[in-house]
C-alpha cells in the first residue's frame, strides 16, 4: 500500500510506470502473508518490484514501449521473472522505457518521456528510465531493467541508485525482448547492494531455455563477502583527464580514489588505448544485432497492423513506418546498412575484430587489477529535450559500454552530488563471474 501510494501520488507528473498491477500486487501480497505464517515464504518475500516493459510475463501486456507492440500480451512468463516469482517477489508494475531499449535519457518511448523525480525538467537517463525513477521515488523496493550498453548502470547514476549489469550470459535472457544479443543483460535496480545480490542470486543460472546462459554455479551474492584490506585498483588515465567530463564527476572520482589510496589499496593510472573506439564499435555491432532481431516485427506476427495495407509489401511497410519510432528506425537502417554485401567487411567484420581487442585487453587489465574504477556517466542529468542531435547522445554511452563489450560485470552506485544537488555514479567493473567480489567492494564504497 505504501508503494501504491507513492504511485498514486507522482506517477502521472513522472510517468513511470504503463500499468500499475494494483490488485493483482496485494492478492499476491496476501498469499505471501499466508506463507510467512507457515514459515513456507520463498526468499524475496516482501519485495515489491517494478518489471521494465521489455521482460514476459504470462497474460501481462509486453510492448518495449512501442507502438509497433500495440495490443501484445505476453504467451509466457520469462525464466528470470519466473525464478523472481518463485521466491515470492510481488509485482507491481510495468515500467515506461526508451521503446526497444534504445536510448539514454528515455526520450524514445512511444508513452512519452519520464521524468527524474528529483528535478521533473530533467531526464532519468535510459533507457531504464522508467525503472531508476521507480526506486528513486519509492514506488517499489526494486527495479528489474536490461543492460544492452549502459541501460541499467546509467539511469541508475541519474537518479541516485544502484544498478548492477551481471557479466555477460549470467542470466537467462530467455523471455527478454531482444535488442543486441550478443550484448543483451537484465539487471537489478535496488537502493542497497544487498538488495542488488540477492536479486542476481535468484535471477542467475543456467538454463534449458537460453543456451548461451552460463553453467557455472551460483554463488551465495546475498551473503555479502567481507572485502578485502587490499585491492589492485585500476582506473583508466584517458576517462578521468577527458575533455567533456564534468568537474564535479571528475572530482568525486579523484575523491574516491584517493581515499581508496589512503586505506592501503593499491590505486594505479592504466592505459586503455581504445577509448575512442568503444562507441563507434558498439554502435556499429548493436545496430547490427538490432536490426535483425527487430525483423520479426512485420504486422503479421505481433501486435500493431497498418489499416491501410493492399498487399504483403505495403503491410510490411506501412506497419513498420508507423510502428517503430525515429530511433529505432535510424538503428534498424544503420544496422541493415553496415550488414549489407557491400559493406559487411568494412564496418561489420571490423567491428567485430575491434571488439575483441577492447575484450582482449580488458580482460588483461582485469587480471591485472581486481576492479576498474570510472564514472558511470560524462554528466549529471541533463534536461529534457536538450541533446537533440543523436551523435551527442551516443557519445555519453563513452564509460557503460566498455563493459557490455567486454562481457564483464559493472555496477554504478552513488558518490556524491554535483553542485544543483544532482546525483553522480561511480562505475566499478570486475573480471567476468566476479559478481561476488565486485558486491563486496562496492558494498564497502557505499
Ligand atoms: N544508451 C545505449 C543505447 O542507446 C544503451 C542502451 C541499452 O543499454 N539498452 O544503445
Known sequence: EYYLDNIAQRNAELNVFLEVWADEARQQ???????????????????????????????????????????????????????????????????????????????????????????????????????????????????????????????????????????????????????????????????????????????????????????????????????????????????????????EVHDALQDTLDSLRSQGHLVEAVDFPYLDEMIPTYYILTTAEASSNLSRFDGVKYGYRAPDATDLESLYKKTRAQGFGPEVQRRIMLGTFVLSASYYDAYYTKAQRVRRLIKEKTDELLRQYDFLVLPTTPTTAFKIGEKQDPVSMYLADIFTVQASLSGVPAISIPAGQDAQGLPIGLQIMSGAFREADLLAFANELM
Not at 56 to 70: P, T, V
Not at 98 to 117: I, L, T, Y
Not at 224 to 246: F, S, T, V
Request: glycine content about 12%; charged content about 15%.
Open 29 to 247: 501480497a496476501a498469499a505471501v502473508d499466508e506463507k510467512l505464517a507457515l514459515g513456507t515464504a520463498g526468499r524475496l518475500a516482501g519485495m515489491v518490484i517494478g518489471l521494465k516493459d521489455v521482460l514476459a510475463y504470462q497474460g501481462h501486456s509486453l510492448q518495449s514501449s512501442s507502438r509497433i507492440l500495440d495490443g501484445f500480451k505476453s504467451l509466457f512468463t520469462g525464466t528470470a521473472v519466473q525464478r523472481l516469482l518463485a521466491e515470492d517477489a510481488i509485482f507491481i508494475g510495468r515500467q515506461n522505457c526508451d521503446e526497444f531499449a534504445m536510448g539514454g535519457s528515455n526520450e524514445n518511448s512511444a508513452f512519452g518521456p519520464v521524468r527524474n523525480a528529483q528535478d521533473p525538467s530533467r531526464v532519468p537517463g535510459g533507457s531504464s528510465g522508467g525503472s531508476a525513477v521507480a526506486v528513486q521515488a519509492d514506488m517499489c523496493l526494486a527495479s528489474i531493467g536490461s543492460d544492452t550498453g549502459g541501460s541499467v548502470r546509467q539511469p541508475a547514476a541519474f537518479c541516485g541508485v544502484i544498478g548492477l549489469k551481471p557479466t555477460y550470459s549470467r542470466i537467462s535472457r530467455y523471455g527478454l525482448v531482444a535488442f543486441a544479443s550478443s550484448f543483451d543483460q537484465i539487471g537489478p535496480i535496488t537502493h542497497s547492494v544487498e538488495d542488488a545480490a540477492r536479486l542476481l542470486e535468484v535471477m542467475a543460472g543456467a538454463d534449458g531455455m537460453d543456451s548461451t546462459a552460463s553453467q557455472q554455479a551460483v554463488p551465495a551474492y546475498s551473503a555479502l563477502l567481507e572485502p578485502l584490506p587490499h585491492y589492485r585498483i585500476g582506473y583508466l588515465k584517458e576517462a578521468i583527464d577527458r575533455p567533456g567530463l564534468q568537474p
